[in-house]
């Protein structure tokens, strides 16, 4: 069965995260995915640059009785400020805008990168990097051409790199997938 770019993503963090597991969800939105997150991880990191997006995702997870995620209202590119000695099993970008608000206020792909990058740091061995990008999106086609770009450059000794789109849909969103293998 071919699945939607969510219940994919979802999927593939179902299997690598643990109950024992420090994650990240690098764009909180409005809360979807680190509600999802909070229910297979120890501890959720959640991101969000816009205020909105904090108190969305705040008032899901108190509707939900759920205690195990840290809000950040910083931009993923800070990442290192907030988890310093933690190791993370898995992150989650859901680029593009918040759903509801400005469209044009948007993920971008320099801070996108630096976060990837200082998450990788921290990232254990046969943890992933999940990214679902929007091509359709204001900017998208900037941010996804730069990031695939990016990954196309990691070393294959180092990572594995996957991307699951529709062949047949023209600006689809699609999923790239990071994993860590040494």
């Known amino acids: 069965?071919?699945?939607k770019v969510i219940p994919f993503v979802h999927n593939k963090l179902k299997e690598t995260v643990t109950n024992e597991d420090y994650v990240i969800?690098?764009?909180c939105g409005n809360g979807y995915d680190t509600l999802f997150l909070s229910r297979i991880a120890k501890k959720v990191f959640a991101f969000d640059i816009q205020e909105l997006a904090i108190k969305n995702t705040?008032?899901?997870?108190?509707?939900?009785?759920?205690y195990n995620v840290k809000m950040i209202q910083d931009?993923?590119?800070?990442v290192d400020k907030y988890i310093k000695d933690k190791e993370i099993k898995?992150?989650?970008f859901n680029l593009g805008h918040l759903p509801g608000s400005d469209k044009r206020v948007v993920t971008k792909w320099p801070s996108t990168m630096k976060a990837i990058q200082k998450i990788k740091n921290n990232l254990v061995v046969n943890g992933i990097i999940a990214l679902v990008v929007y091509v359709g999106k204001f900017g998208g086609e900037e941010e996804s051409n730069e990031l695939l770009s990016y990954v196309r450059s990691l070393s294959h000794e180092e990572y594995n790199v996957i991307k699951y789109s529709y062949f047949n849909k023209e600006k689809a969103p699609y999923v790239i997938i990071i994993k860590k293998n040494k």
């Open 1 to 3: 069965m071919i699945k």
């Open 75 to 78: 931009s993923h590119e800070n």
């Open 90 to 92: 898995a992150a989650l």
């Open 25 to 27: 969800d690098g764009t």
């Open 58 to 66: 705040e008032e899901r997870l108190r509707r939900n009785k759920v």
